[in-house]
């Protein structure tokens, strides 16, 4: 069964601030998906992470994956209020359909 | 374009009733997947339909059912609530079965809250 653990669960920062999210999963993936979800809303997609040593970069947000280790990370640079919000990551580990089983998400609180 | 949407957006209802949740997908997507987000979770897979037909179906009882009509829209069935079945449930659809080499991701709708009384 695949398991996808994220950690830290809850992370408060000061605005201006760097600190990453990291996701570990345990089973051979290829496909890895970061998610934000603001407080009742659904889920945006913000990166989707395909291959070993993948990096994508938006705003003040990078991510990248490291499937060898499989682990993947979210970086956040100089934090702004805006970027508060619950973060996932999930990884689909079919190999017909798509399934995508999500960690436990990473609620993020930017402090002024 | 418009995006994944589901009706309703909210539900009440008591146990042992059943419900029935809609999901139209985004304008030439194939493929619907339904979740299930409890408070505080990450979502849960429950189905996923492709071409009408269902390719795959995540650990849940037996009273969850979902369906794929023609135009590609669907319905998740939940009969026997259940206090524990209280959630959000959300949609995605994407254009294709499985996401082999184009990175596409799925595309959620904003859900449904169900609250069992």
């Known amino acids: 069964e695949l398991k996808v653990e994220q950690n830290p669960l809850f992370l408060s920062m000061q605005e201006g601030k760097n600190y990453t999210i990291y996701c570990n999963y345990s089973?051979?993936?290829?496909?890895l998906y970061w998610y934000r979800q603001d407080p009742g809303k659904s889920l945006e997609s913000l990166f989707v992470?395909?291959?070993?040593?993948a990096v994508k970069q938006e705003g003040r947000l990078m991510a990248s994956l490291d499937t060898k280790a499989r682990l993947s990370t979210l970086h956040i640079t100089a934090a702004v209020h805006d970027l508060s919000a619950t973060y996932f990551c999930a990884v689909d580990g079919e190999t017909s359909g798509s399934r995508l089983t999500f960690g436990e998400g990473t609620q993020l609180t930017v402090n002024p | 374009d418009a995006g994944v949407t589901q009706s309703p957006t909210h539900l009440i209802k008591t146990r042992g009733q059943h419900v029935t949740l809609r999901c139209s997908p985004i304008?030439?997507?194939?493929?619907v997947s339904w979740y299930q987000q409890v408070l505080g979770q990450g979502p849960q897979f429950i189905f996923q339909?492709?071409?009408?037909?269902?390719?795959g179906r995540g650990n849940f009882p037996d009273r969850f059912s979902a369906r794929q009509f023609p135009n590609y829209s669907s319905e998740l069935n939940v009969n026997a609530l259940l206090l524990g079945d209280s959630a959000l449930y959300l949609c995605?659809?994407?254009?294709?079965?499985?996401?082999?080499?184009?990175?596409?991701?799925?595309?959620f709708g904003d859900g449904t809250r169900l609250s069992i009384l």
């Open positions: 089973t051979t993936s290829d496909r």
């Open positions: 992470l395909l291959s070993n040593g």
């Open positions: 995605a659809s994407s254009t294709i079965l499985r996401d082999r080499v184009g990175g596409q991701p799925q595309h």
């Open positions: 339909y492709y071409e009408k037909e269902e390719r």
């Open positions: 304008s030439g997507h194939k493929s």
